[in-house]
């Protein structure tokens, strides 16, 4: 879905995009990461070199075969220069065998190069950046923009030297053989490449209307099949079926056009090539009757206008490989423009000996002019069971996000164990703190590897240990492998409960000192949700735990409970909470 929408986007933006518009520092993330592969850049130049050498000398020694030594029946003479023709062909076939496989080597190594810099940054970028940028987009750009660099430095760099070398080569060498013939070809190359440009021009507006009805096409499978449930229980089955069938039926006749198209494509490269070998002969045929040039001449100067024509074709497409990984190049650039606003300190500080938040002043908004929480001041002393509730939408989640270091407070000072928190170095903050999210995402994994993900130093005995302390053991029985249970995409095999439970024992196995849970319970049946906090309360009593809910049932356990209304926090006691009949706790048994 989120990818096809990506990829539609893109085609329409590379058409428009106009080189000159190319940031300047987007051209720096190619020098970058070019440098190392230096060496073997000049290595690949001067093989063109010696490439274009061999064009221009192969035709020179056929019509010294025929001038100097068929014409005059030498044959021994003739052995000798087929031999050179030979040893010549074997040069060409070497280096340019040499340059092929280095140009590829140097677009993937620096592609891998820019892959690896790019993913490394976009997964450090905060959650805000990942909020607001679709998972489709991301890839589309570390896949498909930093797959343009490699065609922008094999062929656009690469073998456009290589191409413009052997053009200008050919066409020197022909004019010291006869200047006629030298005009006849320079008047059939723009014939060339404007017959190239053509077709490909059209062409390239076909497969952009492929891509277009692709890209769609993904998108409505990928939307049905994401939101397969809801569809299912909309019953719009039939309606959706259709619609993938209108559209999958869209993109057969796209393609078919597209091939139309294509199909012609070489037939009129062929055309082209052999109008102007027809002007050669015809000019040379009548030069040769002339005498003014020998048959030799004549057979050179055909085999030159053949090999000109690879390299006029590859010229034809150049701007279009420039378009392309221009437009590539900026969206990279645009991507690793984005910076991390929330940093960690790479050697942190360590708590005083507890772990007391202390937040005053604390002043959040996500944009500036929506402030969400103002002024706020609120103390969490360690081993405290606090709950939070407040309507949907006051800030609950905005507080925990903030307190869990996803954004930076806009002002204000939050103090954990002491230490002002932007001063822990990631890791050790992660030691401390823990937060479960309110929605869970569980990756395509057994059950006890997403309770350990990420950890190195845990195993399936730690699992069953926590499990057993939290006893929980018979709900974890439930499953066909027990704790071996693959939970499917997205966990989409367990039940909303089942889901909150592995992803409250992968908190609990971190062992944090402060462990949130934003309605990180609210499927599991309060049985079980019970079972979880009576094992905190007594055998978790130097930790703090902050639950947010919108359950009654949930908050009693807790000490203290906070109500977050007009942007700030404020205690209320739990029969406040019922005598106000507060809407949004359901009370529950
Ligand atoms: N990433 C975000 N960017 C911009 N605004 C946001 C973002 N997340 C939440 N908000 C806004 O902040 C406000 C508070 O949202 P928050 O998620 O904190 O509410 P909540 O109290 O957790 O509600 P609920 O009980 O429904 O979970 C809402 O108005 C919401 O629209
Ligand atoms: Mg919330």
Redesign the pocket.
């Known amino acids: 879905m989120r990818g096809g929408m990506g990829g539609r986007l893109r085609s329409e933006v590379d058409d428009q995009f106009k080189l000159k518009d190319l940031n300047k520092k987007a051209l720096y993330i190619l020098k970058d990461n070019i440098k190392s592969e230096k060496k073997e850049l000049i290595y690949a130049v001067l093989l063109t070199l010696i490439i274009a050498g061999t064009h221009v000398l192969l035709p020179i020694l056929t019509k010294i075969a025929i001038d100097d030594y068929i014409s005059t029946k030498e044959f021994n003479g003739l052995a000798i220069v087929v031999a050179g023709y030979i040893a010549l062909a074997l040069v060409q076939w070497f280096a340019s065998y040499k340059q092929t496989f280095l140009a590829s080597k140097i677009g993937y190594t620096v592609l891998y190069s820019i892959r690896k810099k790019l993913y490394k940054h976009l997964i450090n970028l905060d959650i805000?950046f990942h909020?607001k940028h679709q998972v489709g987009d991301i890839t589309s750009v570390i896949m498909n923009d930093v797959e343009a660099i490699y065609s922008l430095i094999s062929q656009g760099f690469i073998y456009l030297i290589s191409d413009a070398v052997t053009l200008v080569a050919i066409a020197a060498a022909l004019f010291v053989l006869n200047l006629r013939l030298a005009v006849t070809l320079l008047i059939t190359i723009p014939l060339i490449l404007y017959s190239t440009k053509l077709i490909g021009k059209i062409l390239r507006k076909a497969q952009r209307d492929v891509r277009e009805n692709i890209a769609q096409l993904t998108s409505g499978v990928e939307q049905n099949l994401s939101g397969i449930k809801t569809v299912k229980s909309f019953s719009g089955e039939l309606n959706q079926t259709s619609k993938v069938s209108e559209l999958s039926e869209k993109t057969r006749n796209a393609q078919i056009k597209a091939v139309a198209i294509s199909a012609l494509h070489f037939p009129i490269m062929d055309l082209a090539g052999a109008i102007g070998l027809a002007l050669i002969i015809w000019q040379g045929g009548m030069l040769l009757t002339q005498n003014i040039i020998t048959l030799g001449i004549l057979m050179a100067a055909v085999s030159y206008v053949r090999r000109i024509f690879g390299p006029l074709m590859d010229l034809s497409q150049i701007y279009t490989t420039y378009q392309t990984a221009g437009a590539s190049l900026d969206r990279i650039n645009s991507f690793l423009d984005n910076k991390q606003q929330v940093k960690f300190l790479a050697e942190g500080e360590k708590p005083e000996d507890n772990y007391d938040i202390a937040i005053s002043n604390l002043t959040f908004g996500?944009d500036q002019d929506a402030i969400?929480l103002e002024n706020v001041d609120l103390d969490i002393k360690q081993g405290s069971h606090i709950g939070i509730i407040?309507k949907?939408?006051?800030?609950?989640?905005?507080f925990i996000k903030v307190l869990g270091r996803q954004y930076d407070p806009n002002e204000g000072e939050i103090l954990i164990g002491g230490v002002p928190y932007q001063n822990y170095s990631k890791n050790e903050f992660k030691k401390i703190l823990q937060i479960l999210p309110?929605d869970t995402y569980l990756f395509p994994l057994t059950i006890w590897e997403n309770i350990t993900y990420g950890l190195k130093d845990k195993a399936l005995d730690d699992v069953e240990e926590l499990i057993s302390k939290l006893e929980l053991e018979d709900f974890f029985a439930k499953f066909e492998n027990g704790l071996e249970t693959k939970v499917g995409e997205e966990g989409k095999s367990l039940s909303g409960g089942q889901k909150q439970a592995v992803a409250i024992a992968r908190a609990m196995i971190r062992d944090p000192d402060i462990l949130i849970l934003d309605?990180a319970a609210s499927n599991l049946d309060s049985q079980i949700e019970k079972k979880i906090y009576k094992y905190i309360k007594t055998d978790w009593a130097e930790k703090t735990l902050i639950i947010v809910t919108?359950r009654v049932t949930s908050l009693d356990l807790t000490d203290k409970i906070y109500e977050?209304r007009d942007k700030g926090i404020f205690e209320i006691n739990k029969d406040e909470i019922e005598l106000a009949g507060w809407d949004r706790v359901t009370s529950e048994e």
């Open positions: 805000d909020n996500y969400i407040g949907s939408g006051s800030g609950k989640s905005t309110q309605e919108h977050v």
